[in-house]
């Protein structure tokens, strides 16, 4: 098999393996089955060391929580007044207690002391419930923008980009992060901050009656609040990026061989995957391990402080009540503090871990905000104006990311409008990165690539693609019905339509013939339909689109030859009038075209109609002819 019959890479994966580092032998994979699981998983999820600063973190967070002042206003303000009455909780327990066990005070001041006491835990209820109500319609609203702000963001990262990441494990790291979101927000407004302002109103209170014990207890909750803190960021953070990142692959390894069950099927490989899989499952259950056991550790030093601040609040009012220097409502008032304290304090270890864990997870969410698209619009920049179809190339210079050599060098090429031309060579010629130009799904370094005299970098991209039609070599199906898989170009188009699209690209026949004709889902990436099916569908897509500029990747490959003959002189229809590029893998399919151009390295090195070039017994075309003939 020649070079010219393999479809092309791109330029930018073509780089030799370091053999040393690659080999594995399968006594390794026998050994420890985490080996194998590291063989199919991307390398872009290991554990970070350059995380974001938890400043930028926060900024991005804060950015969520502006998105509706008024319930931000509404959750803040309800939070603050009951966290308030929560601080005087215990003073009006012990004012109560007070006014009970003195016998000169009147039943009212008793009722009274009640009633004060009464109104302050129901009014703390209320206000939290208020809170509550406020925190829901927001916090939802908000993950709902998140996620689709970041889904829209996704989407615009370059094919590049998604070519080196893991579509698994992107999925697990948004919706992993819109509800880190959620944690971040209920507990902080929830818990963190109730707790800072409880503990230290209640130590700021002791200290105008009893300065001393009020230090202590300050002492205490300083002590409580930096240890959870600085045991969360310098103890358990690190280890809990660790675990997510494999956490991802764990996601990722799923979707990847979900997607790909028909190759594991076609090869019986379901015990392979198996082993796989379970490598990685438990070389994430190590990693889960430690994360759990630093939180169990945590927990034991909060229990430690706790328990030294209730021993030493306690003790010290009965002291000072034995010394005659605290009333009955004063130890009722200790006791009562220091419960609450404790409560809170409890919690609040517990929850800055939570809230530690929820911000490692929406880390990813963070990077994916800052991330710049490698392809942008300018700003303002206007829609394509559909005119002839002239494609133009103007002393273009290309150069992939990441590598030295450039693919183009003062690159010249004009297709006149309505021209079919088809583009030869061997793999890594060029071929498809001349397409990829045209759809702008990359920026040329140097030069311009023009459509009907507008340079493709100074329109939208979406008006620019929707004025031209694609059909791949392998084309992928949306888990949509038939009907919308076809109108996907045309959104707006009718039944009737759509089905005279399917009639063209003599597709409506076999859709008639399934269960639920054009309302058939097609599975995963078209799983549920043949190959020769899904290009049909895809050509269908093509036809109903009625861009100006049609791009065809041998877009008849997986078909027999009498459906190919039949689908041929359908795209002879379509092409008319049109102007059509061609990546062409069998010859067979461009004998009629109107130029051929054929690429070497970047380059044009010839170019004519077929009989032209095969007239030239030592060109390249013929020599690709020859070896395609056998």
């Not at 549920?528 to 500029?549: C, F, H, M, N, Y």
């Amino acid at each position: 098999m020649s070079d010219f019959t393999i479809r092309e890479e791109s330029q930018h994966d073509r780089t030799a393996p370091d053999t040393e580092s690659a080999a594995l032998s399968q006594a390794d994979l026998r050994s420890d089955p985490a080996n194998a699981a590291d063989l199919f998983v991307d390398h872009e999820d290991e554990p970070r060391t350059n995380s974001l600063p938890f400043n930028e973190v926060m900024s991005y967070i804060l950015r969520q929580w502006r998105r509706r002042p008024a319930l931000f206003a509404g959750l803040a303000g309800f939070t603050a007044i009951a966290t308030v009455l929560d601080v005087f909780t215990p003073v009006a327990a012990g004012l109560m207690i007070d006014a009970l066990s003195n016998s000169d005070q009147s039943s009212e001041t008793h009722w009274a002391a009640y009633a004060i006491f009464m109104a302050v835990a129901v009014g703390f209820h209320a206000l939290r419930q208020l809170a509550v109500r406020c925190e829901i319609p927001f916090s939802s609203a908000n993950m709902a923008d998140l996620v689709s702000d970041v889904f829209a963001k996704v989407q615009r990262f370059s094919l590049d980009w998604h070519a080196n990441t893991f579509g698994g494990s992107v999925v697990r790291k948004i919706t992993r992060g819109m509800w880190a979101y959620d944690t971040i927000t209920a507990t902080t407004w929830f818990s963190l901050i109730p707790t800072v302002a409880v503990l230290y109103g209640q130590g700021i209170y002791m200290m105008t009656v009893w300065p001393w014990v009020g230090a202590f207890a300050l002492a205490i909750a300083t002590i409580s609040l930096a240890a959870a803190i600085g045991l969360s960021r310098y103890y358990i953070h690190p280890q809990n990026m660790r675990s997510n990142a494999v956490d991802s692959k764990l996601g990722g390894a799923i979707a990847d061989t979900v997607t790909g069950i028909a190759t594991v099927k076609s090869f019986g490989a379901e015990a392979e995957e198996d082993q796989r899989f379970t490598g990685l499952a438990w070389r994430w259950r190590a990693e889960a391990m430690k994360t759990w056991f630093r939180f169990v550790d945590t927990w034991l030093i909060q229990t430690v402080i706790v328990l030294a601040m209730q021993a030493g609040l306690v003790g010290a009012l009965v002291w000072l009540w034995q010394r005659g220097e605290a009333s009955p409502g004063d130890v009722v008032y200790a006791v009562t503090a220091v419960l609450l304290m404790s409560g809170y304090m409890r919690r609040f270890g517990e929850e800055v871990q939570n809230v530690q864990r929820a911000l490692d997870e929406i880390q990813d969410l963070a990077l994916f905000d800052k991330q710049v698209a490698e392809v942008t619009d300018r700003p303002n920049a206007p829609d394509f104006e559909p005119g002839s179809g002239e494609v133009r190339f103007d002393a273009v210079g290309f150069t992939y990311a990441g590598q030295t050599q450039p693919l183009y060098t003062d690159f010249d090429l004009r297709i006149e409008p309505g021209e079919k031309v088809a583009l030869v060579g061997p793999t890594g010629s060029g071929k498809s990165t001349f397409v990829k130009l045209v759809q702008r799904l990359y920026d040329v370094n140097e030069g311009h690539v023009r459509i009907d005299g507008q340079d493709v970098r100074d329109v939208t991209q979406a008006s620019l693609r929707r004025h031209i039609a694609l059909v791949p070599q392998d084309p992928a199906l949306f888990h949509r019905s038939i009907a919308e898989n076809i109108a996907y170009g045309s959104p707006h188009a009718t039944p009737e339509a759509v089905v005279a699209a399917a009639r063209a690209a003599h597709a409506h026949d076999f859709i008639m013939r399934l269960p639920k004709g054009y309302r058939t889902l097609v599975g995963e990436r078209g799983v549920k339909l043949s190959g020769g099916e899904r290009q049909r569908v895809a050509i269908a897509r093509a036809i109903l689109a009625d861009a100006p500029i049609l791009i065809l990747d041998e877009a008849t490959s997986s078909l027999d030859n009498e459906t190919e003959r039949d689908i041929q002189e359908a795209m002879n229809t379509v092409m008319r009038d049109r102007t059509t590029i061609i990546i062409a893998h069998r010859l067979s399919t461009i004998r009629d075209a109107d130029r051929i151009l054929v690429f070497e390295a970047g380059r044009i090195v010839e170019q004519g109609t077929h009989a032209e070039l095969t007239a030239k017994d030592e060109g390249v075309y013929a020599r690709l002819a020859a070896l395609a003939a056998g």
